[in-house]
């Protein structure tokens, strides 16, 4: 399966295409300037390179965020729980640090 995400800078974008075929030993990782050129990569990809696996299908994620964050994020999501999402992971990391920083002062008197 073919994952497109969007990479914002400044003064443009570019979209980035993600693959890792099943049955095939290569990692596809391309970018380009344009969303038509991008979808052209993979149409032809695919329909010169069908395999038992493919299944044509698509996930587009446009995203904000930087190349290092978007990886730990992708990396994060392997580790989760069964049934658990991120955002529930962080919430409940907040509420443990936020515990661990109360204090009880003695009084010396």
């Not at 995400?5 to 391309?30: H, L, M």
Request: aromatic fraction near 10%; glycine fraction near 4%.
């Amino acid at each position: 399966m073919f994952r497109v995400s969007i990479i914002k800078f400044e003064k443009y974008k570019k979209f980035r295409v993600q693959a890792t075929p099943k049955g095939e030993d290569i990692r596809i990782d391309k970018e380009f300037y344009s969303k038509i050129d991008c979808y052209s990569f993979v149409n032809e990809w695919e329909r010169t390179n069908r395999n038992q696996w493919t299944h044509g299908e698509w996930r587009e994620t446009r995203t904000s965020l930087t190349p290092e964050p978007l990886n730990d994020a992708q990396i994060a999501e392997t580790m989760l729980p069964p049934g658990t999402t991120l955002c529930e992971l962080v919430n409940t990391n907040k509420r443990v640090l936020v515990t661990k920083e109360i204090r009880v002062l003695k009084t010396i008197g």
